[in-house]
């Protein structure tokens, strides 16, 4: 599906997400990973932006930063394309080092600072090959406990959520790491809406405000899956059963990735649980969204939207 332009603005908080071309290793020993480092603090030095957490692991990187005046898409291109000078020249490479695009994920900052920063530090112990958290030297983590980093992290801000003293607030802390360590991966976190928000309506549309973007398309209220789908069978005139079958029915393809595009907007639904509901495979629900995405039918869902709101 087409990519959604940045928005950017002063303030923005993201959860930066960049990996490695082909998932090949964008770091092989900790020489490459203490020059990434180093990138992130030079243009954190230059530019202002703040960082909040970070975690480097073998194909890929989390980061969690907070603009200033310097958008994200120059930050990150200054931090990618000097870290990808350097490794080229250091292995006698050549070409792209990184996967397309990165991953941006505006989000609500009262709703997911603490999570994600959590989230983003319990990473390595989420691995097949698992290490330990606790011990792992390339993230953040050391930072929130008062230890040496090379990158200057934003710990305040957290940490004063926990307690005004800060030895009772980095033990506070480490209970609330320890609570998530069952946690594994999280798809509430790339649950985004329009590609881009990771937050609720009341966000969306502060962004939008905020921003003065024009293409931030504001989120209808949820609904559940089996309120969405008896309306759209009624203004379809389908049975359910026709949309959630297995079989191709070509004829019902348009009304099916109606259903799809509008479960994954209006309901919050995973990809993986609307194949479970669909009898569908997650390549087939994301063709079906992508195709719907570029053929949107207005009409069908303005009359959706009436008839949810009665």
């Known amino acids: 599906m087409a990519r959604k332009p940045r928005v950017e603005f002063d303030g923005a908080l993201y959860h930066v997400i960049a990996r490695g071309n082909q998932r090949q290793r964008i770091f092989h020993d900790d020489r490459d990973r203490s020059a990434y480092l180093e990138r992130i603090e030079h243009y954190r030095q230059r530019y202002g932006f703040r960082l909040y957490a970070y975690v480097l692991m073998s194909n890929h990187v989390h980061l969690l930063l907070e603009t200033k005046k310097v958008g994200l898409s120059r930050i ?16 006698r490479k050549a070409g792209h080092l990184f996967q397309g695009r990165y991953k941006a994920i505006l989000c609500d900052r ?6 994600l920063v959590r989230y983003i530090h319990l990473n390595p112990g989420r691995l ?15 930072a929130y406990l008062g230890k ?23 033990r506070a ?18 649950q985004t809406h329009d590609q881009r928000f990771l937050g609720d309506e009341g966000f969306v549309k502060a962004v939008a405000r905020r921003s003065e973007a024009k293409e931030v398309e504001i989120p209808a209220k949820k609904v559940g899956f089996a309120r969405l789908l008896q309306a759209l069978c009624a203004v379809r005139r389908v049975g359910s059963q026709v ?13 099916r990735a109606q259903l799809v595009y509008l479960a994954r907007e209006w309901c919050g639904l995973t990809t993986k649980e609307l194949g479970a509901r669909l009898h569908r495979d997650a390549s087939m629900i994301s063709r079906l969204y992508g195709w719907y995405e570029g053929h949107r039918d207005k009409r069908t869902e303005e009359k959706l939207a ?5």
């Open 173 to 190: 802390y480490l209970g609330f790491m320890k609570d998530g360590m069952k946690q594994g991966h999280d798809e509430r976190y790339y």
């Open 243 to 255: 949309l959630l079958q297995p079989g191709r029915q070509r004829q019902w393809v348009g009304a």
């Open 110 to 115: 009262n709703a997911y600072l603490l999570e």
């Open 128 to 142: 097949r090959d698992p290490h330990d958290p606790w011990r792992y030297r390339w993230s953040s983590h050391r």
């Open 148 to 170: 040496g980093s090379p990158v200057k992290v934003d710990t305040q801000e957290v940490l004063s959520q926990f307690g005004s003293r800060l030895g009772a607030a980095r």
């Open 306 to 310: 009436g008839v949810l709101a009665k």
């Open 76 to 91: 990150m291109q200054g931090i990618q394309a000097s870290y990808t000078q350097s490794y080229n020249r250091r292995h």
